[in-house]
C-alpha cells in the first residue's frame, strides 16, 4: 500500500499569510495526488486533484505541485474561512486509495 | 446541483449491525463509482470501500464484517455493517468517484456525513 506523510500536522497562521504543506508518499505516485478540505460539520471538499488541477469552484489562491514522491499544497493569502484540516490522497495504487493523517490549520 | 445525503447513523452496542445509506440527486447515479470513507474522532480519512459496475472493494480491516452495495433506480448507495467494534466508530461519509483519465480518481462530491458510535 501507498503510505502518504504530511507535514506539518499543524499549523498557526493569521489572516494573508502564504501557507505551504507538503505530502509525502512511500513510493512514486506520478501525479495522481489530490487534496481535499474538511471543516466540522461539513462535506469534505475536493481542491486540487491530479497534482495541479484546481477543482471548479475553488478560489485560485489554492495550487498544487509536484509529482513522484513530493507534492505541495499552497495557499496564497489565507482567508478566514481557509482555517480547516487538509488532506492529501492518492489515487495511483488501488485499491487501497490512501490519505495522508491531515494538517490542521489553525488561526495564530 | 449534485448531493449526496447519508443516513443511518445512530449509537450500538459492541458486535451489533447498522445499516447505512447515502441518497445522491442532481447527477446520473448509475454512471458513477461510489465510495465510504469514514473518519474516526481525533484521527484521518480512511477509504472504506467503492463500488462501481464491475468491481467492489473493501478494506482490509473491514472485509467479512463491511458490505457496500446500490440500487440504482432508487439513486441510492448502502453500507451494510456487522460485527461492529469500537475502533468503527467514526463519521461516515459517501463521496462520488470523478475520474482522471482511465483508471484513477479523485473523490468530487461528498455529503455532509452521518456518526457511527459503537459503545455499551
Known amino acids: 500500500d501507498v503510505q502518504l506523510t504530511q507535514s506539518p500536522s499543524s499549523l498557526s497562521a493569521s489572516v494573508g499569510d502564504r501557507v505551504t504543506i507538503t505530502c509525502r508518499a512511500s513510493?512514486?505516485?506520478?501525479?495522481?495526488l489530490n487534496w481535499y478540505q474538511e471543516k466540522p460539520g461539513k462535506a469534505p471538499k475536493l481542491l486540487i486533484y491530479?497534482?495541479?488541477s484546481l477543482q471548479s469552484g475553488v478560489p485560485s489562491r489554492f495550487s498544487g505541485s509536484g509529482s513522484g514522491t513530493d507534492f505541495t499544497l499552497t495557499i496564497t493569502s489565507l482567508q478566514p474561512e481557509d482555517f480547516a484540516t487538509y488532506y492529501c490522497?492518492?489515487?495511483?495504487?488501488?485499491?487501497?486509495?490512501?490519505f495522508g493523517q491531515g494538517t490542521k490549520v489553525e488561526i495564530k | 446541483e449534485a448531493q449526496l445525503v447519508e443516513s443511518g447513523g445512530g449509537l450500538v452496542q459492541p458486535g451489533g449491525s447498522l445499516r447505512l445509506s447515502c441518497a445522491a440527486s442532481?447527477?446520473?447515479?448509475?454512471?458513477?463509482?461510489m465510495k465510504w470513507v469514514r473518519r474516526a474522532p481525533g484521527k484521518g480519512l480512511e477509504w472504506v470501500s467503492s463500488?462501481?459496475?464491475?468491481?467492489?472493494y473493501i478494506a482490509d480491516s473491514m472485509k467479512g464484517r463491511f458490505t457496500i452495495s446500490r440500487d440504482n433506480p432508487k439513486n441510492s448507495l448502502y453500507l451494510q455493517m456487522n460485527s461492529l467494534r469500537a475502533e468503527d466508530t467514526a463519521v461516515y461519509y459517501c463521496?462520488?468517484?470523478?475520474?482522471?483519465?482511465?483508471?484513477?480518481?479523485?473523490?468530487?462530491?461528498w455529503g455532509q456525513g452521518t456518526m457511527v458510535t459503537v459503545s455499551s
Open positions: 463521496a462520488r468517484s470523478y475520474m482522471i483519465g482511465l483508471a484513477h480518481d479523485a473523490f468530487d462530491i
Open positions: 442532481g447527477f446520473t447515479f448509475d454512471s458513477y463509482e
Open positions: 463500488i462501481s459496475t464491475t468491481a467492489i
Open positions: 513510493q512514486s505516485i506520478s501525479r495522481y
Open positions: 491530479a497534482a495541479s
Open positions: 490522497q492518492q489515487s495511483y495504487s488501488t485499491p487501497p486509495w490512501t
